[in-house]
């Protein structure tokens, strides 16, 4: 087994219990939803094309970052595109600066989508 292969099956459990206890963002004073959409999101396949493979490995390792950042994070952003409408977090942690991306669906509320270190 390669070592994206153990990345994504470590994230994926972690992923799975993240979803149980679910999540709320206290700057936010929302639940955020986790959903097979953030999951997708992370390995690539809800994107237009795949994802480089070294990035998806990086994404498995810090994805559990995202929960810090979520019920952490001091202040948000917001941004509106084409594809929806964004909730974007931002923390600190160990020196790098980490970004959680949020989808605000009117529907349902605000999604997890994605984790990034800022560059």
């Not at 929960?67 to 952003?77: D, F, L, M, N, R």
């Not at 977090?89 to 949020?102: A, H, M, N, P, T």
Request: charged residues 30%.
């Amino acid at each position: 087994m390669s070592d994206i292969e153990k990345a994504q099956r470590a994230a994926w459990r972690w992923y799975k219990q993240w979803r149980k206890r679910g999540c709320y963002s206290p700057v936010l004073k929302s639940e955020i939803r986790i959903s097979e959409k953030g999951w997708r999101h992370i390995k690539g396949q809800a994107m237009g094309s795949k994802r480089n493979p070294h990035d998806m490995h990086y994404r498995f390792l810090i994805l559990p970052l995202a929960e810090e950042v979520i019920t952490t994070a001091a202040g948000y952003t917001t941004s509106h595109k084409a594809q929806g409408s964004f909730v974007i977090l931002e923390k600190s942690i160990r020196g790098d600066v980490f970004r959680v991306v949020l989808i605000d669906d009117a529907r349902v509320g605000l999604i997890f989508l994605s984790i990034m270190r800022k560059s």
